[in-house]
Nanobody
Framework: QVQLVESGGGLVQAGGSLRLSCAASGRTFSSYAMGWFRQPPGKEREFVAAITRTGDTTSYPDSVKGRFTISRDNAKNTVYLQMNSLKPEDTAVYYC????????????????WGQGTQVTVSS
């Protein structure tokens, strides 16, 4: 079992930056690939970023590539999402997710989810 708690969301102007954190419980954090997803108002939850257990490989959709960076600190049981050059269309609830094993980009492949943190980007 893994419990995930996101933090770091808030209101930011377009062009600004935010850093989200996701703290995980448990002793086996390094056995889980981690992902970030987001759900804009009235839309489906979508993939934002993923990282392998060791942090050596990451994956992003084109919509955030070059602006967002996922990283992890296994000693702190924490995964991060650094978001730069934010746009109004980045407004969403951001969720952290964990899956046992290899990196994945589909939400159905993740086993554990946090409660989400709101990110609002004003124009």
């Amino acid at each position: 079992q893994v419990q995930l708690v996101e933090s770091g969301g808030g209101l930011v102007q377009a062009g600004g930056s935010l850093r989200l954190s996701c703290a995980a419980s448990g002793r086996t954090f390094s056995s889980y690939a981690m992902g970030w997803f987001r759900q804009p108002p009235g839309k489906e939850r979508e993939f934002v970023a993923a990282i392998t257990r060791t942090g050596d490989t990451t994956s992003y959709p084109d919509s955030v590539k070059g602006r967002f960076t996922i990283s992890r600190d296994n000693a702190k049981n924490t995964v991060y999402l650094q978001m730069n050059s934010l746009k109004p269309e980045d407004t969403a609830v951001y969720y952290c997710a964990a899956r046992w094993g290899s990196i994945a980009t589909q939400k159905r492949e993740y086993d554990y989810w946090g409660q989400g943190t709101q990110v609002t980007v004003s124009s």
